[in-house]
């Protein structure tokens, strides 16, 4: 009977390996130090680096937390939230969220809204039902339609298309030319709905701002012909061939690549891609806003913003301090302006205050912001009460994709009107 | 006469037999019938965590089923996914086992590395794939720089191409499998009954037809079944390679489920579609065996 | 093995025709079909196994070197991309290989006892209640594990050991790789022949000594494929750890990959370095039990 024992002890030892391992990973529990799980997302310009670093400093400004980083999968950081949430580790602070997801729970906890008006140029860019969820440190036109000013010059396009027509146009000459003229990184579904969110914008919600309240109240329809109309503009793109043919298969980083290294001569595209516009090149790339039909400028407009706070994190506390000492920290502007193109928006300052070395197409487009000028919630990217019901971006995004496909226009729109009955019930 | 000590510790092994045994039945119980049960019950609910809703609410969920597109889809790519697999990694499996059946060093070398996609995870093998066939991927590049292709060919980004793609991958790797069960296979066919055919005159087709092909029906029994049963629940492969995309269209009904439970938080609606999977699993499953089963007795 | 019956019912026929034989077979003729063979063989063999042979010589490439033929061999090789995939600051590949080894380890080092003890008890009762216990047992083999996913994840958060290696472990214990050691230890023990038991419960053996000292030595084989398979399918497993560990216990080597390269591009030698480090591990331990490998699968089939 000697096996007895020492099979019992194997399996002993055993368990308390595995219950070893299990809490040799919890952290940040010494010197009474209290740990915050922080949801972060990494695309080529906000690279590790740049969440550690960013870490780092608001970490000193804010004594007794520690933040674990946690990496989203994908740029898609409300999906790997919800995956969180579901099984049981929703994140303390979450950046670039969507709040509209997570408000219906309670999962949220609003800022400190005297704080919020004293510190942003634009208090109320984020704010859902009156409340403020992520601090409007910055702002985004989603999209602008980027170009590459040589390949332009060598189809023979002398100005940056002004209307829809101009831009069929150019569109026309660089195909006639053996140039690729709109790059699209189909195969990540939000990249693939870019030239989608610029039509809606522009002709839907340019001409009436209120189209998705509209749409909450049931008074509008996707199935509506003037949506049908303006959707069918993207099928013309795709028909007359301005995109790449395996445009689904290019995955978003790659299009980027492809753009700056003269691939295709058009891009559309938030504008964080002005992070990614190569310095030594910069002055080859210009931008303007989607066209319209006649010509008006409307600029898809998104408040964006830092990070939202979860209701029921450990020191809520605590993870306000933390979310205001990150948001209001220049040196994570500078970063943000120069890498991920992040037009700021902190009251009482002037890009010169940021000590940032932008490029001229930066500037050229950072101006749209300033001006007056007709800027309309981007369909699928505003974070305020604009933004889509819970689950609707994805049936959103898959419609892009299966437009690129097939010439459904109105059997896919109609879907969409499906899934919002689906998605507000 | 067994003395009473012998008999006590004769017993106590019975009981720490019994409890092993009984430990191991307990966490099945706990860790696959009892979530089977709970996913069953679910079915039945609106669970909606983010909306704070958990209702009975009969059999709504499955009379919903009937109109959706999104899963109808689904069912439709992973079940050509997995026949299409199935036939394909066997056809290549019983032909790749009658290449390789030879003894000498050569052969077993080829045998040794036919069975390495198996060994692979399907992420890494997803990843290795992905910079193959990706739209800037070796193999355009390739096909391009050969002039075999005038422009690059979108492997994984239209979605016949992409279901293709897939098929490819996963009979790559299901391939391995199913030589390594057919060659096990060949190897158990008596020698004598060649002998006995070559005597006879019988070679080539008609030895494959009348000798080879009834004997391998045992392991054509496990490897279909095994290739079914794979692809149907296959989630890391299209999960790296596609994501499902493009527009859904290779999205298997496993990667549907975890969606619509962990992303669209539907979580009731996403037991009822398990509960449809598992069915259709359970069906493919049993008629197909019980099919080659009877198959290997009638041969 | 009614197969054999029925081929040498046919064997009148197939020897009616045996005037036809054809000349048998001259040497030459055959050592070229020989060579013939070997050639297509392997021909088929390297068709087949290029991706993995575009791992293995672009791990130890540049970049532009991959991009101007991803066939040629690695002259003269770098390192370079091994040395960075090692030297990343979020330890990718190091934490990666020690979570997997951890998980897999314990997780195979408990089925096997608890699977093969179920195994011996079971296989000695007799009747329905057998009969139905493996019935359930057999739907594990089955059930996709997406089903049972996020019921299991609220399991182990009532027991309070969600998202962490306990947890995952305890999962892996009782979902279907249970199923598959009973299947296989079931199979072998039926072939332990009843008189040793007998004899050794007369010499006072109670039931746990024979199991372990004596029916445990006669099924080694079934220990080893058993082994074998979950240790490699347990290592790489990606459902399970993606959501039962999730992302704050450290990453399994899959879900690392998975969460780390997934997202944006690294270029190729990098990417090819990674995951020759990462599938490296797997492959050199099939090489090593190959043989027990192929018994196992064998066995298994024939069962």
Known sequence: MIRKPLLAAGVAGLLALTAACGSGDGGGKESGETALTYLVFETPSLDAKFWDDSITAATTQTPGVKINKIVAPSTDRDGYAKQLQQSGQFPDLLQSITPSNFVGAGLLKPYDKTWIDANFLLPSANSLKGEVYIPPTNSQIVPQVYYNKKLFTDAGITTAPKNWQEFLDACAKLKAKGINPIELGGADPFAASMPLVGIISADILGKNKNWLQDRYADKVKFADADMVTAVNKYRTLVTSGYFDKGALGVKYADSITRFTTGKSAMYPMGSWFLGSVPKDTADNFGSFPWPTDSGDVVVPFVGGGSMAISAKAKDTALAEKFGQAWSLNPANLKALIETDGAFPMIKGKTLEDYNVTVTKVFEESYAYVGQDNNKVSAIGWATNDDALPAGLNDAFYAAAQALFTKDDVAGELKKLDEAWKTAAQ | ?????????????????????????????????????????????????????????????????????????????????????????????????????????????????????????????????????????????????????????PWLGSPHAALFSIGLVVTWVMSGFTTVVYLAALQSIPLELHDMASLDGVR???????????????????????SLITVLK?????????????????????????????????????????????????????????????????? | MTTISRDTRDRPTAGGRSTLTPPPHTRPRRRLSTRLRVAVAAAVTLVFVAPIYLMLVNAFKPQEKILANPLAPPWPPTLDNLTKALTRPDNLIPLGLRNSLIVAVISVALIVPLGSAFSFYISRKSGKTKAVILLVLSAGLMIPPQVILLPTIRILTWVGLDHSYPGLILANLGGGYLSFAVFVYVGFMRSVPDEIIQAARLDGAGGLRIWWQIVMPLVRPATATVVIFLTLWIWNDFLNPLFILGPLQGQTITTGLYLTIGQYSVDYGQLFGIMFLAGVLPVIGYLTVQKQFVAGLTSGSAK
């Open chain 2, 1 to 153: 006469m067994e003395d009473r000590r012998t008999v006590r510790k004769r017993n106590s092994g019975e009981r720490g037999l019994a409890l092993l045994a009984a430990l191991a039945l307990g966490l099945y119980l706990v860790f696959l019938v009892l979530p089977l049960l709970l996913s069953l019950r679910s079915s039945f609910t609106n669970e909606n965590p983010l909306k704070a809703q958990n209702d009975f609410i009969g059999l709504a969920n499955y009379t919903e089923m009937a109109g959706d597109d999104q899963l109808r889809a689904s069912l439709t790519f992973t079940l050509i996914l997995a026949f299409g697999v199935t036939i394909a990694a066997n056809a290549l499996g019983v032909g790749f086992a009658l290449l390789l059946n030879r003894t000498s060093l050569s052969y077993r070398v080829m045998r040794t590395v036919a069975f390495l996609p198996q060994v692979l995870s399907g992420v890494i093998v997803a990843f290795v794939w992905q910079t193959i066939l990706t739209q800037n991927g070796l193999l355009n590049t390739a096909l391009v720089n050969l002039r075999i292709l005038d422009e690059p060919y």
């Open chain 2, 204 to 226: 080539g087709t008609q030895r494959f037809r009348k000798i080879t092909w009834p004997m391998l029906a045992p392991g054509t029994t496990i490897s279909v079944t095994i």
């Open chain 2, 234 to 299: 296959l989630y890391d492969i299209i999960t790296v390679l596609t994501g499902g995309g493009p527009a859904n269209s290779t999205q298997s009904t496993a990667l549907y489920i975890v969606k619509l439970a962990f992303t669209s938080d539907r979580v009731g609606y996403a037991s009822a579609v398990a509960m449809l999977l598992l069915g259709i699993s359970a069906l493919v499953a049993l008629t197909v065996t019980g099919a080659l089963r009877r198959r290997e007795v009638s041969l």
